[in-house]
């Protein structure tokens, strides 16, 4: 449910997120998926236009701190992968968790830890150890583990330390 008395929007820069017009379901979709998450305020199209009066223009939501919005913006732009969203993961299980909730219902697994979920924005489901591995300064380790991840749909911390570790 929206707060009828918005937080001020103290973060400098809002991601955006264009939808044809299912933006409300998608933010109540990413709010269950991430933990201290909210939707913030839903707007409604005016008598104005463009869309039918009283049909939700754009939804405020956090994801974990973070805000965004969602617009129902029409049929006339897509979501492509050269934008995602890297999720942080600390675990193996948080790698699963999201990965499940996000390919369910219609999404779909690509390579490297990428993903599109079923609205098609594409997601990054990468734990922090990659990371580590990639910004070493000993470039077998970080050819090996890039080598490993390569191979990879759904990203496994144990293969990847493996890996580095030769």
Not at 26 to 41: D, E, G, P
Not at 93 to 117: P, V
Not at 133 to 151: G, H, N, W
Request: with cysteine.
């Amino acid at each position: 449910m929206a707060s009828p008395n918005p937080a001020p929007r103290t973060q400098k820069i809002t991601t955006f997120l264009w939808f044809d017009n299912n933006a409300e379901e998608a933010a109540k979709f990413y709010v269950s998926v991430f933990k201290n998450s909210r939707i913030i305020t839903t707007t409604r199209f005016t008598d104005l236009g463009p869309g039918q009066k009283g049909s939700v223009m754009t939804v405020d939501f956090e994801l974990d701190g973070q805000r965004f919005t969602a617009l129902n913006g029409g049929p006339t732009f897509k979501f492509t992968e050269a934008v995602s969203l890297l999720v942080h993961c600390q675990s193996q299980e948080e790698i699963d968790y999201y990965w499940e909730k996000l390919t369910a219902d219609g999404g779909q697994e690509s390579q490297c830890g990428w993903l599109k979920d079923k609205y098609g924005l594409s997601w990054q489901i990468t734990p922090e150890v990659l990371l580590k591995f990639i910004e070493d300064k000993d470039p077998l380790k970080v050819r090996r583990a890039m080598a490993a991840m390569m191979q990879m749909k759904k990203l496994d911390i144990k293969t990847l330390e493996q890996a580095a570790a030769g």
